[in-house]
């Protein structure tokens, strides 16, 4: 009797640690899954309607991720017709209703969503974005490259770059990959005049980080991670941006950046930091508009849901290679939408393209984050 007893137990234990763990290891697509007692199957969201209803709704999904496919998320979508939880072996409380602000707050929620919260609660932030020159922003890099006739001289002007944590600027790949094979030696922040040297942060670059699958001739994959030497100090003036985690796009988008007042190619650089808004454009329209010129090079180039295309709303501003696309948020935080990657000259119809960093979180986190990834939010 003792021995039959604890057979059962065991077997109620091994059930118990199957529903846990299965939150947190990868399955494949098309396989049966379980969330919140309710059987599912796993699908890419965009195959799954009440995760794709979520997402239109409240801008984001509450849903158990099986893995990806790819870089298409993979959720354990509900099997039609079985909304009611049946749950018979689990650590949820057995008369838990099945609504959405409940499952939101059993999602798993990524480390950079916590640092976030984080850098928002630690500085005083008053929402009070002014689009006008000179505005500073806390998380605007400047990326130091050794001078082309003297290296001791730092040209603070070729790139720009986010800063994401403590010890890491989100930038372009193409800033870091070039014909002059050229790296960028240092970071400069806390400034809205980069040639204010005496109030600014100078960090040295440990290492450049491109993306593996960063192509040149078609820009895909413009994306890259520098690691600074140490920790910034962290105050009102140099404080982290949050990730845009979402891959929709979002509206009253803000450009900011140092460089091409004018025409993308061959002009002058401002040394006061610009801000802009923006207005995306679907990626469709977007694809005409480049397929329609006669621009051979753009031609050939595919946008894909990994970029977003944008329109600043004033040809004056600030177009320099890896510097954000970003949205304020009502708390006065800031989150990095999109990574300047390419675009022509004023005067066109052509739109400026951008890296979509909501597509490439998981390699961030792996990077910035490579332990505890995900915190499982209770």
């Excluded at 890419?44 to 979520?54: R, S």
């Excluded at 409940?102 to 798993?108: F, V, Y």
């Excluded at 070729?158 to 930038?171: A, E, P």
Aim: with cysteine.
């Amino acid at each position: 009797m003792k021995q039959t007893m604890f057979v059962y137990q065991f077997l109620i234990l091994l059930n118990l640690f199957n529903v846990l763990i299965c939150s947190y290891i990868p399955i494949d697509e098309g396989s049966p899954c379980q969330d919140l007692g309710i059987p599912g199957i796993c699908k890419k969201v965009l195959n799954c309607e009440d995760a794709l209803g979520e997402v239109r709704t409240y801008g984001g999904h509450s849903y158990l991720r099986c893995g990806f496919v790819g870089l298409d998320e993979v959720v354990c979508c509900p099997v039609v017709g079985d909304r009611t939880p049946q749950i018979e072996i689990s650590t949820w409380e057995p008369n838990r209703k099945w609504n959405h602000e409940h499952s939101k707050k059993l999602r798993l929620k990524r480390k950079n969503d916590l640092m976030c919260e984080t850098y928002v609660k630690k500085h005083v932030i008053s929402p009070s974005l002014t689009i006008s020159v000179g505005k500073h922003l806390p998380h605007m890099a400047a990326l130091g490259f050794p001078g082309s006739l003297d290296p001791d001289i730092i040209d603070f002007q070729r790139c720009s770059g986010s800063l994401v944590s403590l010890r890491f600027v989100l930038t372009a790949a193409h800033c870091i990959i070039s014909v002059e094979q050229i790296l960028p030696v240092m970071v400069r922040l806390g400034v809205s005049d980069i040639r204010n040297k005496e109030e600014a942060q100078d960090i040295n670059i440990k290492s450049s980080l491109p993306h593996p699958e960063y192509n040149a001739r078609l820009k895909q994959n413009d994306i890259a991670i520098l690691e600074l030497v140490k920790d910034v100090t962290t105050n009102e003036h140099v404080y982290p941006a949050c990730l845009y985690t979402f891959n929709d796009n979002p509206s009253k988008l803000i450009m900011s950046g140092w460089g091409h007042l004018q025409d993308y190619v061959d002009s002058n650089n401002s040394f006061m930091m610009q801000t802009a808004e923006a207005k995306s454009i679907p990626i469709d329209k977007c694809n005409e508009r480049i397929n329609s010129t006669p621009i051979r090079v753009l031609t050939s180039r595919v946008i894909t849901d990994n970029q977003i295309c944008a329109i600043l709303k004033s040809d004056s501003c600030c177009r320099d290679s890896g510097s954000p696309l970003q949205i304020e948020e009502k708390d006065g935080s800031y989150h990095i939408v999109g990574i300047t990657s390419w675009g022509i000259q004023r005067g066109t119809t052509l739109p400026l393209v951008y890296t979509r960093v909501s597509s490439y979180l998981d390699w961030i986190g792996n990077i910035i984050w490579p332990k505890d990834k995900y915190i499982y939010n209770t």
